[in-house]
């Protein structure tokens, strides 16, 4: 069974501003190889998620560089992943953060933005602030602690606010170990 849980915001912005400006060692750093901006994204949703969905090819992962899926660390797959993830059949065992495109007013921390030139999506970024008339964000790549939106350089954008995390519940797991006395759920 698939249960909703609240995606932590402050978890993600705090991961985010903590590692802006360095590595956490548990990942491997993509900077020279196409860029760690998404990678990095992908680490604050882990932080403020739990949860990863192990499904290959189109779930969202990180084992190893060798051993992630794509939505991990592309930037066109985590957004297809997030906003693709909330409309599985109630049956799917998928679990894993879940969002979907909205306007820059509907934004809160912990939400992500990509940017755009000449219609590809090349960057994306976690949102780690909303103030009235801008955005701060938290960036690997060219890494940002904080940096206001609006210094950056960009065609086009979008927003990707985080509506909850999907999480995989044994329902018969718990209840065989409770009813034969082996464990508390």
């Not at 949860?51 to 290959?56: E, G, I, K, L, Q």
């Not at 590809?120 to 904080?146: G, K, M, P, Q």
């Not at 927003?159 to 995390?165: A, S």
Request: net charge negative; hydrophobic share 35%; proline share 3%.
């Amino acid at each position: 069974m698939i249960i909703t849980k609240r995606y932590n915001r402050e978890n993600a912005v705090t991961y985010a501003r903590r590692w802006a400006l360095s590595r956490n060692p548990l990942f491997y750093d993509f900077t020279g190889g196409g860029g760690d901006c998404t990678s990095f994204v992908s680490q604050c949703l882990l932080a403020g998620s739990c949860t990863m969905d192990y499904t290959a090819t189109f779930g969202w992962y990180y084992l190893s560089a060798d051993d992630r899926a794509p939505a991990w660390s592309g930037v066109e797959f985590l957004y297809d992943y997030l906003v693709g993830s909330g409309d599985f059949p109630s049956n799917d065992t998928r679990g894993g953060p879940f969002g979907r495109e909205v306007r820059m007013r509907q934004v809160q921390p912990g939400d992500i933005v990509q940017l755009a030139r000449g219609g590809d999506f090349y960057h994306t970024l976690l949102i780690s602030e909303v103030e009235r008339n801008d955005l701060l964000v938290c960036a690997h790549s060219n890494d940002a602690l904080d940096r206001r939106l609006s210094t950056y350089t960009f065609e086009t954008l979008r927003f990707i606010h985080i509506d909850g995390v999907r999480v995989a519940v044994d329902e018969e797991d718990c209840f065989t170990a409770l009813l034969e006395g082996i464990a508390l759920p």
